[in-house]
C-alpha cells in the first residue's frame, strides 16, 4: 500500500541523493582504475572499500574471502536480507587506453570493469544508508575479491558469506559495452555458462620418425581426438541447447625426425544447462577411452569442473526490473545468454539470484570487455546506483 502513496515514491529522493555523489564516485573510479590489482591481491582496493564504508557509518567486516569486504545496511524493521555483489579484481591486459588515468601498474588494467563495479556498489551503500529508516530487512554489500577465475566467490562462502544474518536473495551486475549507457538488460533462466576444463595426456611410444611401425604415435592419436572432440556438440549434444567445445593448447614432440613419447591437450567447455554438461563430460572422456583403445595409446584425462551456470531467478529478476523501469523508465530489455562465465553462480546457486546487465557502451564507440582500450562511459554508474538502489528499496520496502 505504502508504495502507492506519492509522498513514498523513493524514485526523486534516490535520483538527488545519487546526483549528488557521482563527482566523488567518478573521483574513486579513476583511481581504483589507475591501480588495479590481480585476484586475492586487492588490499588497496580492499582498504578504498573500508575506507569509504567507514567515512558512511556503514558496519562492515574486511578479510572475507581474504581480500573481501562485507557491509551491513540494517532497516529499521526486521526482515529478509538482500545480498547485493560487486567484483573488485583486474587483470593481467597491459592497458592501450591512452586516459589520464590509465593503470599505473605495468601489465595490470581494470579490463572487465570491476572498478566500475565496486564504485557502483559504494554509491548504492551512500544511498540505501539514508535510505534505511524505510527499510525492513538488512542490506548485504558483497565486495568480493578474484572473480577472474580464481575462485574469490567460493572462498567468501567459505568464510561465511550465506551467515550472519543468513542471506535470503542475492542481486549482482555487470557492465555491458555492447548496450549503450543508459540501457539495462536481463536474461531469464540459464544467462551464463558452466566453465568446465579437460588435460587429456595421450601417451605413446618414442622412437624414429623413420620406423613408425616400432613406436605408438600419440601424435596421430592426438590428432584423430582433436577431431573426434568436435563431434560432441555437433552430434550429441541437443541442438536446441548450447555447448561449446574448444581445444586450445596442444603439446608434444620436439623436431622433424623424432615420435615422442606424449601429447597434451588442453581444452574448455561451456554449456549452460546441467545435463549438457553431463553429457559433454561423459562423451569427451569416452572418446578419449575410446582412440586410447583403438590407436593403442594410453590417455589420462582430468575433468575439472568450474563454476556452475549462472540460473537467473524470476524472483528475483521480475521484481528488479519492474524496480529498473519505476526508477528510469522504459530502459531495460531481455537479452540473450552468455556463454562466458562468472563466480556469482555460486552465490545463486544457493539462494535465489539475479545478475542484472548495466549498458556501458560510449557513444561512438564499440567497446569489448578485457579489450586493452575498454572504456565504459562513467555515467553507467550513477545509473547502476538508482538501478540497484531502487531494487532494493522495492525489496524491502
Ligand atoms: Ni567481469
Redesign the pocket.
Known sequence: MQTHDPRNDPTGVIAEATSRIEPALIAIRRDLHAHPELGFEEHRTAGVVARELTRLGIPHRTGIGRTGVVGLIEGDRPGPCLAIRA?MDALPIAEQSGLPFASTVPGLMHA???DI?TTTLLGVAAVLRDLAPRLAGTVKLVFQPA??GLGGMQAMLDDGLLNDPPIDRALGF?NHPEMPVGRFGFVRGAALAASDRFEITVHGKSGHAAYPHTTIDPIVAAANLVMQLQTVVSRETPPLRPAVVTVGAIAGGTTHNIIPDSVLIKGTVRTLHAEVRDLAEQAIRRLAAGMAEGMRTRCDTVYRRGTPPLMNDDRVLDPTVASVRAQLGDVVAEGEPSLGG?DFALLAARVPGFQLRIGSGAPGRADK?HNSAYQPDEACIALGVQALARAAVDALE
Open positions: 567484483d572487465c570493469g570491476h563495479h572473480e577472474e555487470h562468472e570487455l
